[in-house]
């Protein structure tokens, strides 16, 4: 991983073992990773199409073409602490370990938005673009398969792409909209190896030019009964909980009286199980009485809720 200091926060190469750990551990999201995977797949092995197209209809059929012309642009919307961050910095992680690809992210920090000066913000996104579709055009290859790939992530999304219909938005921040539309066309026309992955909490507040062009947009959502379970079964077991008391666990983590919502995957992962580690370390072992204390203490993070413009 290499830090870098302006308009993006880190620049990461993958294959990366961190990486491969951390998507693995995202539970309950497979057929969002495997869309990803397929779509990336697509993107960076366009000859891979063909090919498909060939062996089973015999032909070069035109619908791949409506592929081809999409926008690379894919929108992760939910509420805090889904997953969907987490998931746009390791999916290509698995791409390039399906592919054989190398595969870098970039990631794009909030200093793009810029100070409030007059044309910065357009100067910052428009540099970003640059760079990412230089990099693009580095890893290009021909006869139909590509040297490697290119993620864009885009965190905190409605902060750079907030929607221009706002009455009061300031023309900087149009401006700088404009150039993010911009960006994401020239990838597109230009058929480059490059994902542009756009993570928000307000998908309501993107702008709409920029919500038609996703050709994916995925809304996470707080872990079911059966998300919950697959989680923690594994860790609870490990710990000798039978399985009436890791039900019970997961029962505990959702829904219940009183609480109409339940634990995000962060809640679980970041929270509750460090809290639980903690509240038997040094001198107890870890039991279910403690477990259900343990969530007492520690109940789930409340809904992101939006204002209305």
Known sequence: MTETTGIFEEVREF??????????????????????????RLLLDPGSLDTWSQTHHGQKIRITEFFRDRPPLFIFAGDVGTGKTALAETFGDAVARDIDLRITLFALSLNARGTGVVGEMTTLLSKAFTEVKLAARKAAGRNGKHAGGIVLLIDEADALAQSRELEHMHHEDRAGVNALIRGIDDL?????????VMCTNRLEALDPAVRRRAAVTVTFT??????RHAFLSPILTELGFTDAQIRSIVQATGITQGRDYGYTYSDLSQRLLPGLLLAAYPSKRITYDLAKHVIELHPPTPPFHTQPA
């Open 15 to 40: 294959p990366d073992p961190a990486a491969a750990r951390r998507f693995a551990g995202l539970v309950g999201l497979d057929d969002v990773k495997e869309r990803l995977r397929k779509e990336a």
């Open 188 to 196: 597109a026309t230009g058929q480059m190896p490059a994902l542009v």
């Open 222 to 227: 707080r872990p079911n009964d059966g998300q």
